[in-house]
């Protein structure tokens, strides 16, 4: 669409949604066979999910577990990560990534973030290492891979695991190496908004076996062995428990959708890159939007959509904007409000606006627009004319 493009009045009879999961007919036949065959938990196509996404990321090991969060839990409980420890991350992200560290009586310490790509500013890093600090948490912001090679030069120097929540990452890719193998443990999600779901589930991967084994085991009761080997004909009733374990293990209900959705991955990606390119193309050269880069080197799997708006060129400020687009019954969301800003870190760390101007500047002008593979171009379009239709009426 071009600039100065004729605006539509009509508003659209139908709410646009933020989001909405593709499942097809693969999905449903999937699930509809496991509820058949007598085996609905922990089991056959948990394993085929688990080495098909081995096989897609590249990773030596991959064990599916029931959310991210559970994912991120495990990777720190597997790294012995406990109190007195510090784990550092960035404010730039979902409740789940520090309050993870919380569940283990850990400390997470936040770094602001790039003004570029909203992920943790490398150069910011050293700075907050102490002797306490045990690994560096990554998050992928919207599927734009980390500066992994700095942070890989601080973590060695340091002695220092690598987490990567990798929620946004599936599919990203940083000097051609997948998200999920470029630190020690790789964790994913697939929540109904995210790039493929189970309708909750999640995927630990990384390449030590005993790093791995030791994930399995506590992502089921620390129970040397799991349920289909203990009731399936060749099992045996006998085993110990060697971790006090978590409950956090995969159905096979949840990898019926698993694997069909990963067989369609790259489909997804695709058209989000496509849709993505519609919105950049349409915004391009407006000084009332600052839009998101991919840095060289990388591939980006556009989980999120963002615009930042410039609001020295708006007489509306975000929370004006969303309400407007709201009015052209179009859905968005803010990725992120910063965690330190939340009243739990607040109150248990002395947290204050202020303390992250970056992630702060951010989170004033930061709108995710919807970016899904169900949407169409005129959805899109017509996205892209009611942020017209705003900008131009309040431009200043
Ligand atoms: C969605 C998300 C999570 C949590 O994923 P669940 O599967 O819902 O537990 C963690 N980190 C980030 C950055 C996310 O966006």
Redesign the pocket.
């Known amino acids: 669409m071009k600039k100065g493009h004729k605006v539509e009045e009509t508003v659209r009879k139908t709410f646009l949604p933020f989001c909405l999961p593709s499942i097809g007919e693969a999905e449903k036949k999937e699930v509809l066979d496991t509820l058949g065959s007598g085996w609905i938990t922990t089991g056959p196509k948990t394993k085929k999910f688990e080495e098909n996404f081995r096989n897609y990321i590249g990773s030596q090991h991959a064990i599916a577990v029931s959310?991210?969060?559970?994912?991120?839990h495990l990777a720190l409980a597997a790294l012995d990560i406990g109190p007195g420890d510090e784990v550092i991350t960035s404010p730039f992200?979902?409740a789940?990534?520090a309050n993870v560290v919380e569940h283990c009586g850990a400390r997470p310490v936040f770094v602001d973030i790039e003004r570029e790509t909203y992920n943790i500013d490398p150069d910011l890093i050293e700075a907050k290492i102490t002797p306490a600090t045990r690994a560096i948490m990554v998050?992928h912001?919207a599927g734009h891979p980390c500066e992994m090679e700095k942070i890989r030069h601080i973590a060695t120097g340091h002695h220092l695991h690598i987490i990567e929540?990798a929620?946004?990452a599936l599919g990203s890719e940083y000097r051609g190496k997948k998200a999920g193998t470029l630190g020690d443990v790789g964790?994913f999600?697939?929540?109904p908004?995210?790039s493929i779901t189970t309708g909750?589930?999640?995927m630990v991967t990384c390449q030590d076996s005993a790093l791995a084994e030791k994930i399995r085991i506590m992502s089921l009761h620390g129970i040397s062995k799991d349920a289909w080997k203990r009731y399936s004909a060749n099992g045996s009733w006998f085993y110990e428990v060697t971790y006090a374990g978590f409950k956090y293990n995969m159905t096979d209900i949840q990898a019926s959708l698993g694997i069909h959705q990963l067989d369609r991955l790259e489909d997804f990606i695709t058209a989000r890159q496509c849709l993505a390119s519609l919105y950049d193309e349409a915004f391009s050269g407006r000084e009332e939007l600052t839009l998101p880069v991919a840095r060289k080197g990388i591939r980006h799997a556009k989980?999120l959509y963002t615009v930042l708006l410039n609001l020295g060129k708006l007489s509306v400020d975000r929370a004006e904007f969303i309400q407007k687009l709201q009015e052209e019954n179009i859905g968005t969301s803010v990725?992120?409000i910063p965690l330190h800003l939340h009243p739990y870190y607040r109150q248990r760390y002395g947290y204050r606006k202020g303390d992250f101007p970056v992630a702060e500047d951010v989170y004033e002008r930061i709108v995710s627009l919807p970016l899904y593979p169900m949407l169409t171009e005129e959805d899109v379009e017509y996205v892209i004319r009611a942020v017209f239709k705003i900008i131009n009426t309040h431009h200043r």
């Open positions: 959310s991210c969060t559970a994912a991120l992200t979902f789940a990534t998050v912001y929540d929620a946004h964790c999600s697939f929540y908004t995210k909750e589930g999640g989980h990725h992120f």
